[in-house]
């Protein structure tokens, strides 16, 4: 009952610290657990380095595209090597060597249609 009494005591000359440590505690909590919290934010940051990585990536990528565009209007041969690789297209004048190994490319093209 001594202690009861003690506490009750303590309580009443005391209740705004306990009351003021009680909600800084929650507040402490809610920092570090609560939504937009400490959790929220080092999860944000490795998010954003993902997102820087894959951003440069984009840029390189980019520049190839813009690069193979710019030769695509500039150089013929170009155009005309890429033309040949990826169609198959020959000159009237030119013997086609059709290897085992390597898909026809015609019948692939065929079967596309």
């Known amino acids: 009952m001594l202690l009861v009494s003690r506490c009750t005591l ?7 610290t306990v009351a ?33 990585t894959v951003h440069k990536e984009l840029l390189k990528s980019n520049a190839a595209l813009k690069l193979k565009l710019a030769r695509l209007g500039s150089d013929n ?8 690789e990826q169609l198959g297209y020959v000159r009237p004048d030119e013997l086609v060597y059709r290897f085992a190994t390597e898909p026809d490319r015609q019948e692939n093209h065929q079967l596309d249609r």
Do not use: H, S
């Open 77 to 84: 041969r170009y155009v005309e090597r890429r033309i040949r």
């Open 10 to 16: 303590y309580l009443r000359r005391e209740w705004l």
């Open 20 to 52: 003021l440590t009680v909600g800084c505690a929650l507040l402490a909590i809610d920092f570090v657990n609560g939504p937009l919290g400490l959790r929220d934010l080092m999860t944000l940051r490795e998010r954003r380095a993902q997102l820087e």
